[in-house]
């Protein structure tokens, strides 16, 4: 489930469909932007780390590999063991305008930007962006 707290939003689960048929994708950056008048200064930009991403994608190179088809992959599947147990997208750092802020609400913009290579070796940039919205 997901969550709001005081200074940190949470996301059960992340999850990310690549449908580059035959591509292997390279995640190089997730930013996640939280926009709402209870923030301080009205929004934070939180760049994901690439141990972050690794984890998010159960991927140490931050790749989604090539495949005949689409590919899901959710950072909270219990099958996931290892080195990339189940996980959850935690955004914190975010500075409220008001301690006494009694209900939040935001639009938060999740942008991927990478790119997807192709057996043959052709690189094409690749940029998505979703926007979703948290509240208490």
Known sequence: ?????????????????????????????????????????????????????????????????ATTGPVTINSNDSSRTGLYPPCQLAIGGITLADSTTTSFVATVDIELIGSATDASGNVERVEEKITVRAEY
């Open 1 to 65: 489930s997901d969550l709001v707290t005081k200074n940190a939003l949470i996301f059960g689960n992340f999850s990310i469909t690549w449908s580059g048929l035959n591509k292997t994708l390279f995640v190089a950056q997730i930013d996640v932007t939280v926009t709402s008048p209870a923030i301080k200064g009205g929004s934070v930009k939180v760049p994901l780390a690439s141990g972050e991403i690794e984890s998010l994608l159960a991927s140490s190179s931050q790749t989604i590999t």
